[in-house]
């Protein structure tokens, strides 16, 4: 029997209208697969109140007690933050399958019906799921897409640790799925052709302007990024100078 796939919320982003973060509103998509006794959902998401989630499980005929596995897509705060609305569920994510405070490693062929892939480039640590429906198979691929052709350039994704990553990944999913769930958008229908209609060779993609600065706009390339906030250059780095990560404002401008 094949498994079943179904959005319980639709997300949503703003992320290409806005001009400066500050007023960036976002939802991620969050979807229910079921398969056999497997009930998952994947991204619980960010939303303003819980119980959103909590009565699209019950259209669903589903209490949150009937969840056993919560996966995340990737490690960004607005896929995972409602993780805690599950406390008894397994949570598979990019570095293994938890059960409470046990950690066990996850293999590609999570379920017969569903295959684990390691979609980096959004973020390093993204995974999809590509689940075999009556439908045909499905990604659910957090921000690997945002939404239907949307980042259309991979470049234009804000949030990316790696353009060239991306659009490998992205090319993957297209070629393997029948149909996609984004991470911030209604289903479509995977087309190959509708990747990047231009591409840019693979090797030249770091040389390339990738995107604006959110809050001065200057262009950026990769090395001009700061290392905590992607979206915004070293210029404007707001991190504190104890930042164990960020380099951005211990340099001499």
């Not at 819980?50 to 499980?57: N, S």
């Not at 062929?109 to 799921?129: A, E, M, Q, V, Y």
């Not at 604006?212 to 706009?217: D, I, P, R, S, T």
Request: with cysteine; aromatic share 8%; net charge negative.
């Amino acid at each position: 029997m094949p498994a079943e796939v179904k959005i319980l919320v639709e997300g949503y982003t703003n992320a290409g209208t806005v001009a400066q973060m500050d007023g960036e509103r976002t939802q991620p998509t969050i979807s229910l697969v079921r398969d056999e006794g497997l009930v998952m959902v994947v991204d619980p998401g960010i939303m303003d109140n819980p119980q959103i989630l909590v009565d699209a499980l019950k259209k669903e005929n589903l209490s949150i007690k009937d969840v056993n596995v919560v996966c995340i897509s990737h490690s960004h705060l607005d896929h995972y933050r409602n993780v805690g609305m599950f406390p008894a569920a397994k949570t598979l994510e990019f570095f293994g399958l938890w059960d409470k405070n046990t950690v066990e490693a996850w293999t590609e062929n999570f379920t017969p019906n569903i295959k684990i892939l390691r979609t980096p480039g959004h973020d390093d640590t993204s995974i999809t799921l590509l689940v075999t429906t009556s439908i045909g198979d499905v990604a659910i691929c957090g921000d690997v897409f945002w939404a239907e052709d949307f980042p259309k350039d991979p470049r234009d994704d804000a949030y990316a640790s790696n353009p060239v990553k991306l659009l490998e990944s992205r090319e993957l999913i297209l070629k393997r799925a029948d149909w996609i769930i984004p991470g911030h958008g209604a289903m479509f229908k995977s087309k190959i052709e509708s990747s990047i209609a231009d591409p840019v060779p693979v090797k030249n993609v770091d040389q390339k302007i990738i995107l604006k600065c959110k809050k001065c706009g200057r262009e950026m390339n990769q090395n001009d990024r700061c290392r905590c906030r992607p979206f915004i250059c070293y210029n404007c780095c707001e991190c504190e100078l104890d930042c164990y990560t960020c380099s951005c404002s211990h340099r001499i401008f």
